[in-house]
């Protein structure tokens, strides 16, 4: 099972080190619209679970997502 973090790095081309739960989709230069969306994809069939679209629409950092994963990984 791949991580989180391992998900960040394949789909937003950032390096695990420099992956910081403060980053935004300005920090990123391949945090797209259709990146971000691979990601809560690919976060969803790695995880086994799916996101409402309210929790996409109110990310705005790695970390809001995170959280999110972690409270629907429980």
Known sequence: MK???QIAEDILKIKESDLRDD???NDVPDWDSM???LFI???E???GFSFTMN???DVKTVG???KIVEL???
């Open 23 to 25: 980053l935004t989709s």
């Open 64 to 66: 809001d997502l995170r």
């Open 72 to 74: 629907k990984k429980k």
């Open 35 to 37: 990146n971000y969306l």
């Open 55 to 57: 929790e996409v629409m």
């Open 3 to 5: 991580t989180f973090n």
């Open 41 to 43: 994809a690919e976060l």
């Open 45 to 47: 069939k790695e995880f």
